[in-house]
């Protein structure tokens, strides 16, 4: 192991934060979706879905919790670096954050004229999930597209360290 890998700046921790952040965001939405589900399928099927959401739930625990515990501990030993986190990663979250509810609030328009005459059946509780289900999807994809067109215009990822072979 190198210096770089043991010692993780506080902007390198809040973009790794960031980033587990988003995935867990996204799997929330999944969640959300399967209990969308919930209203179109049998008994059986549904109890199946809410294993798979208890699943998915353990999981978003495993993959955010000790990142946020790391950096909530980094946050603690070294006040001062804690002040201003600036990043990529930050700037994309914040990107992300406006699409998703500028998007939302289109879908919100869309889903007012589709309720009234598509889907005028369904309880108040399927259009709630709904809405936090697309939110969340669209934030989480803005994110992870945004990661991608930034890694393609020449940010570094975490392995790198500046140095051309």
Request: aromatic letters at 14%; proline letters at 2%; charged letters at 20%.
């Amino acid at each position: 192991m190198n210096t770089r890998q043991m010692k993780v700046s506080f902007a390198e921790q809040i973009d790794r934060m960031m980033q587990r952040i988003a995935l867990g965001v996204f799997l929330v939405a999944i969640t959300y979706g399967l209990s969308i589900a919930e209203f179109f399928v049998s008994t059986q099927t549904n109890e199946i879905l809410n294993n798979v959401m208890r699943v998915l739930g353990v999981g978003i625990l495993v993959l955010v919790l000790p990142q946020f515990l790391k950096f909530l501990m980094m946050k603690h030993k070294n006040r001062e670096a804690c002040k201003e986190p600036e990043g990529f990663v930050i700037e994309m979250f914040d990107k992300a954050t406006g699409k998703a509810f500028q998007f939302t609030f289109l879908f919100l328009v869309f889903l007012e004229f589709a309720s009234d005459s598509l889907l005028s059946h369904l309880p108040g509780e399927f259009f709630i999930k709904l809405i936090i289900m697309v939110t969340l999807t669209i934030f989480s994809l803005t994110f992870f597209f945004l990661n991608r067109a930034g890694d393609a215009a020449g940010q570094e990822d975490e392995f790198s360290n500046g140095d051309t072979p």
